[in-house]
């Protein structure tokens, strides 16, 4: 049966149409163990671990930069305001480059676009970015301070920019630079510690501290970060001749180690220290203010002014008025300090011109009524241009009050003298203002009178060389001071200090009296065993003095120099 | 009458608009981009099996996706690169999407293009990421560099700055050799040569480009397709350059609309789809001609262009299908996107028979 070719054409498209069918029931079959095939590959491709790194090739455009750029140049759509990137390693390029011109056009371009905020991810990212961005700022103003020779500023700044960015290296550095400018050689060698803690490879940091080491002394430290920069940079000119002179230096050292022992011997004593002319400091030499705490209060240094200016006047149109009935009144009490006094003014040259007036003021100001059961006697002498001007301060009381051993002892005497003592230190007081602070204490103004043994010892030492001076300074004592000043350490080096002063400036002192209280000091009998002849034979003038002189009965100086071991 | 057939295997709407749909290499999954209508960014990874396809992954990020591609990053890796509505380049890892592995503001404006290369083991040399965008700036990344292009394509200033609609690589024979081709929208395409640094050729084609397109990317130049408005496409042959006439090229109507997008089979150069603004898909085969260069008057050689064959014609969509791609590890399978918010699978049968 003949088909027509409509028939034909109708056949065709039914068998394509099967055929495309089939087509494409064999292809989604084929997809779908196709999809099963490709998830195992994937998952072996996941897991596989086939990480064979290629080498891939350098970046494009890192190395041959500058030629690409003159190229470029000539491209019709050459890339041409962008900002060029410069090379790390470029360093013709570095120094060319203008950090502050960089910085305003940065400003400029964020002021510009605030686009560049987005380009971090995260906000965190983003102020990481820009306090990198600040500690860069301050490090340029730090630097432009160090330039300025504005070392302070300097490192403030630097410090601000540690603060953005701890993680910059270069700030630490840059501040112990500031600090070893200003000699700061501890705090700079803490900082370029830091510095390399941060960059191990940073050799300025290393130089900087090596710098500071070799100037704290330590020579092993500063050679061994020589020699480390050295193994950074072999080539480093400054490290070599800093090695050089450092490995003098140290030799140097070895050579005079007596001078350096010495310093060791005894702890707390401080030596001068053996430089050669050329190694020694440049730097002027700095007045170093030293004050003396404990031995006397600082407050007393003022209360002299505090009652001359406000209670002088009255004080001194009182004291006339009181001191003449003050010498009869307490006549028998004041007996032995006035006549200590007495001889204190006839010997002391210095304070011939004072006048010595013991008087008796009632306290005044606000602090003493607190005390107004103390009113002791006091003695107050001034010299100032010669003058003579006494007063009373209130505050002398306090002084008194505050040393318990005194303020403890009930006899007379001991009442009076703690007073005379503090007396004497106030009258003191405003020269030792000047003399104290230099540092230098002349033995007549200077020293004052001892309250303690260890201050009589400290001072014995200062004065056994100079006997005038010793005198002096034994004289002010109130022998009756003797027994609680020595207690038991008058030992007979200084008794016999004591009595070879005597003997020398033999006068109308009473030899009696210190004789006789210095033999009431415990342990005395101990002490005179060990005095020799020549000793005794110091003794022995002093007795016959004061048997010639006859102010005493026999019995008492024969008494006494049994007590000497005559 | 062993025309392939196109076939509409499976198709979901999603709530975003779709820009672009890339498979994952190497697997049955492909990722979708796109822009949520409160203007973020929509980046979803599908899986397709047994006749569906479920999403396996879907993120939403700040800024809304315009273009995306692996090109760049190795098998291994799997890494994506995309291009956003701000300009910002980034580089996803599609195992951890929080944080990109790479990100730079690459352009001021939208990143219309992306392209990459030295990835996947196609194209020689170093891993390379092109970029066009709307300022007028084609741009060159190395994912191994940052913050900074590797090389920048830009108009001298006083030029006027056309918006690039397009970028891709091409000659990536040798690790040295390397072209961008860029398509402006006011008809012009440029040939850079990486190589050299240098603008190797251009032309005007007279209507904006939409897509260019090498037949390879890993061989010395073959082919090169260019889309354009007004429904047109062009074909140039890329291996024979007159110094005056350039590259030889034939010109074909289709679609009735806006020739969108050409993409060419991965197992075979010589067949390529174009994608209409009429949501029509045009299978193509190129044929060379008996000779493919001649030399003129003058003794100086010139291309000489071959002839298309429309193989297949299908409308999926009433709207622009705004992205097609060809799997690259089963031939005929295919993904593409278009503006009615449609992902659809397709199959391409009988293509190893053409």
Redesign the interface.
């Known amino acids: 049966m003949p088909i027509s070719k409509h028939e034909e054409k109708m056949v065709?498209l039914r068998v394509?149409m099967q055929q495309?069918q089939v087509?494409?029931r064999d292809?989604?079959a084929d997809?779908?163990s196709?999809?099963s095939d490709?998830?195992e590959?994937?998952e072996q491709?996941r897991t596989g671990k086939?990480?064979q790194i290629e080498e891939?090739?350098?970046?494009?455009?890192?190395i041959q930069k500058k030629k690409?750029k003159k190229?470029?140049k000539?491209?019709?759509?050459?890339?041409?305001?962008?900002p060029r990137?410069i090379s790390g390693f470029d360093f013709k390029a570095w120094d060319k480059f203008d950090v502050d011109k960089a910085l305003e056009e940065i400003d400029k371009k964020e002021k510009e676009?605030k686009?560049?905020s987005?380009?971090?991810?995260?906000d965190e990212e983003w102020e990481m970015e820009r306090k990198k961005h600040l500690a860069n700022v301050e490090k340029d103003l730090g630097n432009e301070f160090l330039k300025k020779g504005e070392y302070d500023k300097a490192i403030e700044a630097y410090t601000k920019g540690m603060a953005f960015d701890a993680t910059n290296a270069v700030l630490p550095a840059n501040r112990a630079m500031a600090l070893l400018k200003q000699q700061k050689f501890a705090a700079a060698e803490l900082d370029c510690t830091v510095s390399i803690s941060l960059d191990p490879l940073y050799v300025k940091a290393y130089l900087r501290r090596a710098s500071a080491r070799a100037s704290l002394g330590k020579f092993d430290q500063a050679m061994s970060d020589y020699s480390h920069v050295l193994g950074l940079e072999p080539s480093n000119k400054q490290a070599k001749s800093e090695v050089e002179r450092l490995q003098k230096e140290i030799k140097r050292e070895k050579e005079v180690p007596v001078l350096s022992t010495l310093t060791e011997q005894g702890k707390g004593i401080v030596k001068p220290v053996y430089k050669q002319p050329e190694e020694r400091s440049k730097a002027p030499l700095k007045r170093i203010h030293i004050e003396e705490i404990g031995i006397e209060s600082t407050g007393q240094q003022y209360h002299p002014d505090l009652a001359y200016g406000a209670t002088a006047k009255k004080v001194s149109v009182q004291e006339q008025e009181n001191f003449e009935k003050l010498v009869s009144q307490n006549a028998p009490q004041q007996a032995p300090h006035s006549s200590s006094i007495a001889v204190e003014s006839n010997l002391m040259p210095t304070f011939a011109n004072e006048r010595i007036q013991p008087v008796n003021v009632e306290p005044r100001d606000l602090r003493s009524q607190d005390q107004q059961d103390i009113s002791l006697p006091s003695v107050e002498t001034r010299t100032e241009h010669q003058e003579v001007l006494t007063s009373t301060i209130p505050s002398n009381v306090l002084k008194a009050q505050k040393r318990p051993s005194w303020n403890a002892a009930s006899n007379p005497d001991s009442h009076q003298s703690p007073d005379s003592g503090s007396g004497n230190n106030q009258r003191k007081a405003p020269s030792r203002i000047e003399t104290e602070r230099n540092g230098t204490s002349l033995p007549s103004e200077g020293i004052s009178i001892p309250q303690t043994s260890f201050q009589f010892q400290t001072d014995f030492r200062l004065l056994k060389n100079k006997p005038e001076a010793f005198f002096e300074y034994f004289q002010a004592i109130p022998p009756s001071h003797y027994t609680k000043l020595f207690g038991h350490s008058l030992d007979a080096d200084m008794l016999m200090a004591v009595l070879k002063s005597l003997a020398a400036n033999l006068s109308s002192q009473d030899l009696y009296e210190i004789l006789t209280q210095l033999s009431m000091v415990k342990r005395f009998s101990m002490t005179t065993m060990f005095l020799s002849q020549s000793d005794k034979q110091v003794v022995r003038s002093l007795m016959e003095h004061l048997s010639k002189s006859g102010s005493r009965p026999q019995n008492d100086i024969l008494s006494l120099s049994r007590k000497y071991e005559l | 009458m062993d025309k392939p057939q196109i076939i509409l295997h499976i198709q979901k709407c999603v709530n975003y608009t779709l820009y672009d749909s890339k498979w994952i290499p190497c697997s049955a999954k492909f990722v979708a981009l796109g822009n949520y209508a409160r203007g973020t960014g929509a980046l979803q990874i599908y899986e397709v099996s047994h006749g569906d396809f479920k999403v396996v992954k879907d993120v939403e990020k700040s800024k809304p996706f315009k273009c995306g591609t692996f090109g760049a990053s190795s098998l291994q890796n799997r890494f994506l690169a995309t291009g956003d509505f701000t300009g910002k380049l980034q580089i996803w890892n599609l195992e951890s999407l929080d944080l990109p592995v790479y990100s730079v503001q690459a352009h001021k404006e939208i990143i219309n293009s992306i392209d990459g290369i030295g990835g996947l083991g196609i194209g020689e040399g170093a891993p390379e990421i092109v970029t066009g965008s709307r300022d007028g700036i084609v741009k060159v990344w190395d994912p191994r560099q940052k913050d900074e292009p590797v090389a920048t394509m830009e108009p001298e200033e006083g030029e006027a700055k056309r918006d690039c609609w397009t970028v891709a690589f091409g000659d990536a024979y040798s690790a040295q050799d390397r072209c961008v081709a860029a398509g402006y929208d006011n008809g012009d395409i440029k040939l850079f040569d990486l190589r050299n640094m240098a603008l190797r050729w251009e032309t005007n084609v007279k209507n904006g480009v939409c897509c260019l397109e090498f037949d390879r990317k890993d061989i010395a130049m073959n082919k090169l397709v260019a889309t354009t408005l007004e429904s047109k496409f062009h074909v140039y042959d890329m291996r024979t350059q007159h110094p005056s006439k350039g590259f030889a090229s034939l010109t074909e109507k289709a679609h009735n609309s806006t020739v969108w997008l050409a993409r060419h089979l991965p197992q075979n150069r010589d067949v390529f789809m174009t994608l209409g603004g009429n949501g029509s898909l045009n299978l193509w085969k190129y044929s060379y001609p008996s000779s493919r260069s001649k030399t003129d008057g003058e003794g100086v050689e010139t291309g000489v262009a071959g002839t298309v064959d429309l193989l297949q014609n299908v409308t999926l969509s009433t709207q622009p299908v705004s992205s097609f791609d060809w799997s690259p590890d089963k031939m005929g399978l295919s993904v593409c996107t278009s503006f009615d918010q449609t992902i659809r699978v397709i199959i391409t049968t009988k293509l190893n028979t053409i």
């Open positions: 065709d394509q495309n087509e494409l292809y989604l997809l779908d196709w999809e490709i998830k590959k994937e491709l086939t990480a891939l090739p350098p970046v494009r455009n890192t690409m190229k470029k000539e491209l019709k759509d050459a890339e041409s305001n962008k990137r676009d686009t560049s987005s380009e971090y991810e995260t």
